[in-house]
C-alpha cells in the first residue's frame, strides 16, 4: 500500500498542509481502490463515507438534468480530491463521478478527514480554497453558457483540454472523450457538437483519428473562444 506520508501525490491537493503524523495515521486508515473505466465512484444522491485522492487517471464530474440528460461539471486528474464537499457540508453527493479511463484512487475515511478540518487550521484553509476556486470555475461555467456561442465554447473546452492534459508523441490530447462528452461539458445537443467540430476539422484547425482530435491551429482557435 502507498504511503501518504511518502506519497508526492498530495503536493497537489490540500493533503499537503498535513503533518507527517496526521499523514500517518490517515495512511494507517485509508483504503486502495482501482476503477476501471466507464465505472461509477459514487452517484448523485449517494451518501458519501469519506474523499477519493486521484493517484491515477481521470474522472467526470457531472449532474443529471431533469429531461435525463448527463451534464459534466468538472474534469478531475491525478492529484484531484473528490467528495469533499459532501463530506463537509454534511450532504449526499450532488454529482455523480465515473472514470474516463482506468483509475487508481486512495479512500480515506470522513471521520479522519473532518478530524483534520478541526485541528490543523492550513488544512482547513487550503480545503476552502480548493472549493472558492471550484465555485469560481462554476461561475465561468454560467456565464459562459449564457453569453458564448457553441464554437467558442469547444474551441474554449479544447484549449482547457490541451493545457490541462497535454498532448501524446503524435499530437493528439492526452485525454479521449466522445462527441456526447464535448456536448455534455458545453451544454448543447450532441448534434451541435459533432456540428462544430466538423467545421473546426474543415477550417484546419484540429484533426481526428477516431475519438482522438489534434489540434492543428493553436493560434487560430485561441482567437475564436
Known sequence: ????????????NPLKALTRDELIRISNCKTSKTVKKGELIFEEGESLNGIFCVRKG?????????????????????????????????????????????MELCFIPKNEIIKELQQNVSFSMNMLQQLAGDLKEADN???DMAQKTVT??????????????GFDADGYLNIILSREDYASIVGTATESAIRVLSQLKKEKLISSFGKQIKIENLEKLKRIR
Open 1 to 12: 500500500m502507498n504511503k501518504c506520508e511518502k506519497c508526492i501525490i498530495r503536493q497537489l
Open 141 to 143: 461555467i454560467i456565464v
Open 58 to 102: 481521470i474522472s467526470k464530474l457531472s449532474k443529471l438534468s431533469e429531461n435525463g440528460k448527463d451534464q459534466i461539471i468538472k474534469l478531475v486528474v491525478k492529484g484531484d480530491l473528490i467528495g469533499q464537499r459532501s463530506i463537509i457540508s454534511g450532504e449526499r453527493a450532488n454529482l455523480s463521478a465515473t472514470a474516463l479511463n482506468d
Open 152 to 165: 467558442q465554447r469547444i474551441a474554449e473546452t479544447l484549449l482547457y483540454l490541451y493545457d490541462n492534459f
